[in-house]
């Protein structure tokens, strides 16, 4: 038998960690229960952290972990898969194809920044979306230093005022302080369709937001979007024109295109529809997770958001679900009743908030240190031990907060 995983984002190895856990405890040896981990690179990329500086260094290596619960990993993208011949066909970085059968999948493939038809985004805007991007990023800020003090070279405007935005924006005064020097002119401006920033943190936090900005001295564009971008800058649909050299795009997300291929229903995301135990009705042998998947979260109509606080624990009860069918074992149905929400807000801190209400509970310096722990220990891999790794992935543990 065996169990083929698609990603290695945070969905992808806690659905390895707790497919495996699962073998393990129902004493099945790996030869009897193959769990096969297919990505590009054995590695996970810290996708939160990466509107910081030194993108490149984040990133954790799977390679040791996967070995220690006996997790079989292939390199390569998977290009298609065949779930009628329960077939995914995968290319590696050679351009070389292999095909890989399977008894179950689970579609872990993410999710990715999506960017509209606007005239001059595919040119000139920047993103932390993916490692590569949030690089050239950086690289294109440090680039700037060559160029002279004039024109918007000082000045970074990034489009959408949701999580990503507004960590990226108040993240930036700092990075570029460390590039220009103390004295530069620096300008940070957010731009959001909405009428009010944060739309999605209700009442409660987003005073403490609005301050936050304030303090920061980001300025904001609200109840207007991007009209065009060119070498100059960004024209919004209000008419205004910011000179700018430096456009970061950070509005809306959609599934990976893989979950495409799968024959079922999806929402306005691409995600998969799933039931309570993460299978894709009417395709045998599939499961989603992660944000390929469009779950609920409980009895009362919350659904898991694209986080990677759901993604760890989707994952987890995905692999564990998925296990679980070909060892004949009972599923774990789905289920995330707490939520909560850590914003970094650059050097004015950050907030916590708990509940699908975001309730606020802590604000700047502690919130800070609980997002740093957040950020630098909870989301990482866990030890390349195997007692350790495997119980790291308990279901019904993962994600708690």
Same mark, same amino acid.
């Given at each position: 038998?065996?169990?083929?995983?698609?990603?290695?984002?945070f969905?992808? !190895?806690y659905?390895?960690?707790?497919a495996?856990?699962?073998?393990?405890?129902?004493?099945?040896?790996?030869?009897?229960?193959e769990?096969?981990?297919?990505?590009?690179?054995?590695?996970? *990329?810290?996708?939160?952290?990466?509107?910081?500086?030194?993108?490149?260094?984040?990133?954790?290596p799977? &390679?040791?972990v996967?070995?220690a619960?006996?997790?079989?990993?292939? &390199?390569?993208?998977?290009?298609?898969?065949? @779930?009628?011949?329960? !077939?995914?066909?995968?290319?590696?970085?050679?351009?070389?194809? @292999?095909? %890989?059968s399977?008894?179950?999948?689970?579609?872990?493939?993410?999710?990715?920044?999506?960017?509209?038809?606007?005239?001059?985004?595919?040119?000139?805007?920047?993103?932390?979306? &993916?490692?590569?991007?949030?690089?050239?990023?950086? $690289?294109?800020?440090?680039?700037?230093?060559? $160029?002279?003090?004039?024109n918007?070279?000082?000045? *970074?405007?990034? #489009?959408?005022?949701?999580?990503?935005?507004?960590?990226?924006?108040?993240?930036m005064?700092?990075?570029?302080?460390?590039?220009?020097?103390n004295?530069?002119?620096?300008?940070?401006?957010?731009?959001?369709?909405?009428?009010?920033?944060?739309?999605?943190?209700?009442?409660g936090?987003?005073?403490?937001?609005?301050?936050? %900005?304030?303090?920061?001295?980001v300025? @904001?564009r609200?109840?207007?979007?991007v009209?065009?971008?060119?070498k100059t800058?960004v024209?919004?649909?209000?008419?205004?024109?910011?000179?700018?050299?430096?456009?970061?795009?950070?509005?809306? !997300?959609?599934?990976?295109?893989?979950?495409?291929?799968?024959?079922?229903e999806?929402?306005?995301?691409?995600?998969?529809? *799933?039931? $309570?135990?993460?299978?894709?009705?009417?395709?045998?042998?599939?499961?989603?997770?992660?944000?390929?998947?469009?779950? #609920?979260?409980?009895? *009362?109509?919350?659904?898991?958001l694209?986080?990677?606080?759901?993604?760890?624990? !989707?994952?987890?009860?995905?692999?564990?679900?998925?296990?679980?069918?070909l060892?004949?074992?009972?599923?774990?149905?789905?289920?995330?009743?707490?939520?909560? @929400?850590?914003?970094?807000?650059?050097? #004015?801190?950050?907030?916590?908030?708990?509940?699908w209400? $975001?309730?606020?509970?802590?604000?700047g310096?502690e #919130?800070?240190?609980?997002?740093?722990?957040?950020?630098?220990?909870?989301?990482?891999?866990?030890?390349?031990?195997?007692?350790?790794?495997?119980?790291?992935?308990?279901?019904?543990r993962?994600?708690?907060?």
């Amino acid at each position: 038998m065996r169990l083929v995983i698609i990603g290695a984002g945070f969905a992808g !190895m806690y659905a390895a960690l707790s497919a495996a856990r699962l073998r393990d405890i129902q004493g099945v040896s790996p030869r009897d229960l193959e769990i096969a981990l297919v990505a590009p690179e054995p590695t996970l *990329v810290v996708r939160p952290r990466l509107y910081e500086q030194k993108p490149e260094t984040l990133t954790a290596p799977l &390679q040791e972990v996967l070995k220690a619960i006996d997790v079989v990993y292939v &390199q390569g993208s998977a290009e298609t898969v065949d @779930t009628k011949s329960r !077939m995914v066909d995968i290319c590696d970085a050679k351009g070389a194809k @292999t095909s %890989l059968s399977y008894d179950r999948l689970v579609v872990a493939t993410g999710s990715r920044l999506f960017r509209p038809n606007i005239p001059g985004l595919a040119e000139h805007a920047f993103s932390v979306d &993916q490692l590569d991007d949030a690089i050239a990023l950086d $690289r294109h800020l440090h680039s700037l230093t060559e $160029r002279p003090a004039r024109n918007g070279r000082d000045t *970074v405007v990034v #489009a959408g005022g949701g999580f990503t935005g507004i960590e990226t924006a108040t993240e930036m005064p700092a990075r570029l302080r460390s590039i220009f020097g103390n004295s530069a002119k620096l300008r940070v401006v957010i731009v959001d369709r909405n009428n009010a920033i944060a739309p999605d943190m209700g009442a409660g936090p987003r005073p403490v937001i609005e301050g936050a %900005l304030r303090k920061l001295g980001v300025e @904001t564009r609200l109840g207007a979007g991007v009209a065009s971008l060119d070498k100059t800058g960004v024209t919004l649909t209000s008419g205004e024109h910011i000179e700018a050299e430096t456009v970061i795009w950070a509005a809306g !997300m959609r599934a990976a295109p893989l979950t495409a291929q799968i024959p079922a229903e999806r929402d306005s995301f691409g995600r998969l529809l *799933v039931d $309570r135990d993460l299978r894709v009705p009417g395709v045998p042998g599939v499961f989603a997770t992660g944000d390929a998947a469009r779950a #609920a979260c409980d009895d *009362v109509g919350n659904y898991a958001l694209m986080s990677c606080q759901h993604a760890v624990r !989707m994952g987890a009860f995905a692999g564990n679900n998925a296990a679980a069918e070909l060892l004949g074992v009972a599923p774990k149905h789905y289920h995330q009743e707490v939520y909560a @929400t850590c914003l970094d807000l650059g050097e #004015a801190g950050a907030i916590f908030t708990r509940g699908w209400d $975001r309730k606020l509970e802590l604000v700047g310096g502690e #919130a800070k240190k609980t997002k740093q722990q957040i950020n630098t220990v909870w989301i990482y891999p866990p030890q390349a031990k195997r007692a350790a790794a495997l119980a790291s992935a308990d279901p019904e543990r993962v994600g708690e907060v």
